[in-house]
Every structure is written in C-alpha cells, then in structure tokens.
Nanobody, 112 residues
C-alpha cells in the first residue's frame, strides 16, 4: 500500500519561509521521480517542482530562485524549501510519486 504523508504547511507572512516534507512508503523511493504540485482555489493543479532519482530537478517559472526541491533516499522523503513566499503561493500543496500516487495535501497560506 502506497502512502505519501505531507507535513510542514501553515500560515506565513509574505517574505517568509516554509519547508514541506513528504514521507513515502510502499514504493521503491530511490528510483521514483517525486514531485510537488499545488492547487489554489478556483485554479487547476499545477507542477511546482519535481526531482528525478538522480537528483536532477525542474521548477515552475513562478518559483525559480525561491523554492528548492530535494530528496533523502535513505529516509524515503522529499522536501520543498520555500523562501521569499508571496501571497500568490497560497494553495494546497500535494506530493506526487511517479505518475500514479498523491498525498493528501497540506495547506500553505501566505498572508499578512
């Protein structure tokens, strides 16, 4: 049974930082591309960043230079470090494993 458990969301002021974590089980984590997606109210879910098994990463243009995705294969965990957060980053953030599996989501709210 595949499980993806996200944590680290919350309320932060503009310019602040958060670090999201996604702990995976039930998959061969080390060979799986892992991704972070987000969905804001009234909008479609969009890719934020993903990272391949070898460590290469890609980012949405809107987060380049502010967000960093990383992975710890020994702990089956993928991270999203989010710096200089903006109100438009407010969304539910989802972890994805490969093409099939999603976490339950964690809310990120950027507001003063």
């Amino acid at each position: 049974q595949v499980q993806l458990v996200e944590s680290g969301g919350g309320l932060v002021q503009p310019g602040g930082s958060l670090r999201l974590s996604c702990a995976a089980s039930g998959i061969i984590f080390s060979i799986t591309t892992m991704g972070w997606y987000r969905q804001a109210p009234g909008k479609e879910r969009e890719l934020v960043a993903d990272i391949r098994s070898g460590g290469s990463a890609k980012y949405a243009d809107s987060v380049k230079g502010r967000f960093t995705i990383s992975r710890d294969n020994a702990k089956n965990t993928v991270f999203l470090q989010m710096n200089n957060l903006k109100p438009e980053d407010t969304a539910v953030y989802y972890c994805r494993a490969g093409a099939l599996y999603w976490g339950q989501g964690t809310q990120v709210t950027v507001s003063s």
